[in-house]
């Protein structure tokens, strides 16, 4: 039926589609192997970046566990601004509940979210902030990441490490509008942002404090564990 | 096999002058926008796009009797972006702080046109030492284009230079070169600064061509030249 030309042809592509499944099949493999000889060291360096941005706001004196293995899982939360699942990191002194870190997302930022870490002692008031993401104007509102603060002595951040737990909900503002906490000339709505976003976490960390700190979270301990 | 110093000679002045990727071929311009505000992230990100241009043409040249001219594109997409990954694990495992700088950017590079073209119109053609060579020198000219626009950004938009460099060698601290009270330009970081600077550049860099090609005519035949002016 088929002409000699049209045999031909078949058997060309067959070939190619051939060569062109060994390629794939071949390079494939190799980034299976890439991706398992580099995993335990990104899995390491992961860690030890969360660790590092622990360490800014959890003081080492204020616990003997290791938080990063004492986590819970909490869903998505309106009042922290998490949209997915975010863990929460317990820290205990003598197995006493001492302080816990938790995933705060300040949604309306000047440019999206600005995603941060912080931290809060066993009654849940704030005692560190830092900013892990964010797309703030640069020069301009992205003050809030200590490395890009000016004031290298005193980062406009570190004001959220001795917040008094009398403050009332109207000094939870910026000075300009009428509330105890400083922000730089030029760039308001990032630091407005920020404050809100860990006013509400507070309230809700205060809320639900024996919730957060509870033992029940062995099992999701291990579930959090293996599950990564 | 093997490369002359002549072969050599010709993709090194191609790749870091006459077809510099940046400043005549203008490729690659997103990763130059948002990665150019300072130095140390532009000469990384170069130095991800050199290793990934100098494997790939290596490979894609060592693999080129194997791979049928029809399909020759999606093979040579599959190599540069295998390769890309690669480099992108890598850099995620032992540069970790730097990764997440430059973040999207990484896997980006297999977007850079740059790449295909190198493979496509080098080293398929050209012997692998050849290939990884002109790889190489395309790389080292967007690596100095990117440098100086990002140490340029950098000094205008900030008043420093080398900061984030803890995050390739830990412990080495950025320079202050503008006084510690300089407000910062604004204009320099954001990406309308980018273009700003490499548009100089680019003026720059053919002025000096156009000197040089005045200065050859003259010397080729000094009449034509004298009449000229």
Known sequence: MSTPAEKHALRVSGETALTLVAFIVFFTAFLAWAFLFTKPTIEQSARSEKL?????????????????????????????????????????????PSALALDVVAPDGYSGNIRMLAAFNAQGQVI?????EHKETPGLGDYIEPRKDKNKERPWISQFDH??????????HVRKDGGTFDAYAGATVTPRAVIKAIYKAQKF??????????REAKDGLAKGQNGR | MWITRDEFRDIATKGIWKQNTSLVQILGLCPLLAVTTNLVNGVMLSLATLLVMALSNFAVSSLRHFIPYEIRIPVFILIAAALVTVVDLLMNAYLHGLYVVLGIFIPL???NCIVLARIEAFAAKNPPV??????????????WTLALIGALREILGSGTLFSG????????????LLPADYPGLL?????????IVLGCIIAVKNWIDARQAERALKQANPLIAGGCQ
């Open chain 1, 52 to 96: 590092a941005v622990l360490n800014q706001i959890l003081p080492a004196k204020l616990y003997d566990n290791d938080p990063l293995a004492d986590t819970l899982t909490l869903p998505a939360e309106p009042a922290l601004g998490t949209t997915v699942p975010s863990a929460v990191y317990r820290a205990r002194l003598n197995s006493q």
């Open chain 1, 128 to 132: 560190g902030v830092r900013v892990v």
């Open chain 1, 163 to 172: 917040v008094p737990a009398s403050l009332s909900a109207q000094n939870w």
């Open chain 1, 205 to 214: 960390v205060i809320a639900n404090r024996q919730a957060l700190f509870a």
């Open chain 2, 109 to 111: 590079i297999i977007t």
């Open chain 2, 130 to 143: 050849q290939a990884a060579s002109d790889g190489a020198m395309m790389g080292v000219g967007m690596l």
């Open chain 2, 165 to 176: 460099i803890d995050l390739v060698i830990p412990g080495a601290q950025p320079l202050q």
């Open chain 2, 187 to 195: 204009l320099a970081i954001l990406p309308p600064g980018a273009f």
